[in-house]
């Protein structure tokens, strides 16, 4: 089971959009897919059309392996659950002081899933440092912006000082302006900086703001569109490096 | 994910659009699609039905759906499992595990299948009609599926009608929901609630039904029918699975066609040595050589089958630098392979092999003689079978012995071909023991069966692969790095041919026990008493109360 993070210190990057449309698209291209959307914004349940409602809270959810099954809910596509948000969870970095408390709730899910999707809130507290520790990878959508960028450092800067070595990190150009001459030649400069980049880089489109309006994926409202074929590419691109990661790991 | 499903049988005589308003009022359901959708349905199993056998089935849907991709394949466990199916789309249906994407599927697939092909067992027209029970939002709480589905058996051309029915889905933290529908709709006139299932209906109507092949003995003998009316029933199920396999065989869908066809062969060529004297000499002698022939010719397909098979493990053995060099070897196994086949079907459309079809059926199928000339053709099949397998266990056990580490590779073939017998001998007359005492005793002779086995394998495929090479050199094969990588091949081979060899006394010493030999005795009715009295058995006796085998 892989546990991947949609993370970012920086608030409106496209993590939400991100998390929806590489949990769909993973669902379809046969994997078990859970998206716990970990916003107590609810954004990705808001997409789903999933109530952002976890009987007892998170408080439960964290502490009880039944209580976190019975919250998970079936989305409206095969193979993709929904974990959703619970507005308690704003009060959850109180809940996690423990480093490792979501690692050990996130285990029982093991069997059941092949993939599990954390939609995060931006920000580092305790939530984040949990995560960190969940994860075997974290995808990171970069605007190429100045801004975006010295978030993107504080952050790999602070992973280092923790000693927090042990995922992958795999930052991708999110809304990608191509007529702007800042994101063109942030986008061409970047990857040489870090060479862990992505290739695929996600357009700026209107189609994804109408992930809002549609409620659903964008591969289902808008499967030719631009951005849909950049997602189909980044999970591609993305199962690719979790694949060789494990095979690197794996022991002869 | 889909949690559970009910299915509901519903009266056919009304229109699928009408079912459609009658169900979507009666469970507050919305019709999602105003037109029935045609979907072509077509289960696949094994050809000797490992998923129905498992109590699950497989079923590929084709209609025009999501990313452009025109097949659903979708894995459906038993009624009672909690685990949730798994669904995949893919451009074209799978030929074996192989060809699909790591995830669920291929987990679930690999599992019962292996290496083993998908063939397409029956097909179903479906006309469907979808409804979802849907909240403030939206979003689904429950999906209710109308089918009319219509079976075309092959080479038809007219459909069969199945009736219309209802599945009830129920989604993962919805359950409420799905209960209240259920309730309403147990209360609707035309609906019942059905443990029927379209796969079976299916099935039958191409004339087939599910579960009728198994490469397992299925003969119920009873222990006072005389030893040759049982041994022709056995020889008959084996002739029959020998001609079951033959059309498959020649197809090529599947390696395990052959695999069972000499299944046959080798269980009847087994049975006649071990009871020769319940057949005519002359019968004896010639059938004998007559199955011995169909052996020989299926040989080298079936080496090469095995080759073909291992492949991918054989490669991945190798350091990952000469993987790639074992490519021109592959290609030189294909092409054999075609080449062989063809001999192979060949023999199978020669006139020998129709004779010996034929004339051992007739011989098989013919009356019984009142009163026979073979020594043990009227004796009661239990008592023989008793002393047959007990003789056939102490020569294993003898033969077990007498191996030292010194001894040669055709020492420990002798071996593996007496345990083969011995579990000939217990499957084919397993009717007439406890089916627990049988399985007991079978599950300890397969540890040894499998280090004799592996050690033989690895042993013939060392030197059939020195052979390949040979040949590939003879076809102009030249370059180097592809003999390294074989060379590799065998020396890895011949490194765990000798790890199987060291094994070999520790596992023989977990057969030959005191407790394996109580479980023959008893299942041979063999009473330890009357063995002491005999002055043979009472120094066979003492010899194994030294090894401690006997108390």
Redesign the interface.
Known sequence: MNTVAIYHIKGGVGKTATAVNLSYLAALSGQRVLLWDLDPQAASSFYFRVKPKVKGGGQKLLHSDAGIFKAIRASDYDNLDILPADFSYRKMDHQLENKKILKRALEPLREAYDLILLDCAPNITYVSENIFRACNAMIIPVIPTTLSLRTLEQLTNYLQTKELTHMQLMPFFSMVDSRRKLHQDITKSLPEKFPDFLNTYIPNASEVERMGIMRAPLPVFANASKPSRAYCYLLVEIMGRLRKDRALKKPD | ???EAVIYALDSADQLTNWAERIAIATNAKILSSHEELVDITFLDSFDWLFYSAGVQLLAESRSG??GKKILLRWVSGGSSKR?P????LDRLPKTAAD???????DCINKQLGFRSLLPVASVHSRQIKLAIL?K????RCRLILEHNYARPRGHNRSIDLGCRLRLEA????EKVFNKASKSLGKLKGVRRTQDDIFKNAVIVTGRTPGDYSSKIQVHLLSEWRVDRACREILLAQLNQLEKNIEGTIANTDTEFLHDLRVAIRRSRALLSRMKNAFPKSICHRFSKELAWVGEITTPLRDLDVFMINFPVNRDSLVPELRANLAPFYEFLCTHHKAEQAVLIKHFNSRRFANFRTKWRAYLEKPLPIRPRAGLSTKPIGEVADKRIWKTYRRLIREGKSITPDSPAEDLHELRKTCKKLRYLLEAFASLYSKKEIKKIINSLKILQENLGDFQDLYVQATKLRDFSQVMSEEGETRKEVFIAIRALIKNMLIKKKLARAEFAQRFSFFATAQVEKEFRRLCRRDISRDRKDPKKKKELKRNKTVGLTK
């Open positions: 994910m889909t949690q999501v990313d949730s798994a669904v995949l789309y699909l994407p790591t995830g669920q599927m291929y909240d939002e939206n979003k689904t989604l993962l933290g919805y």
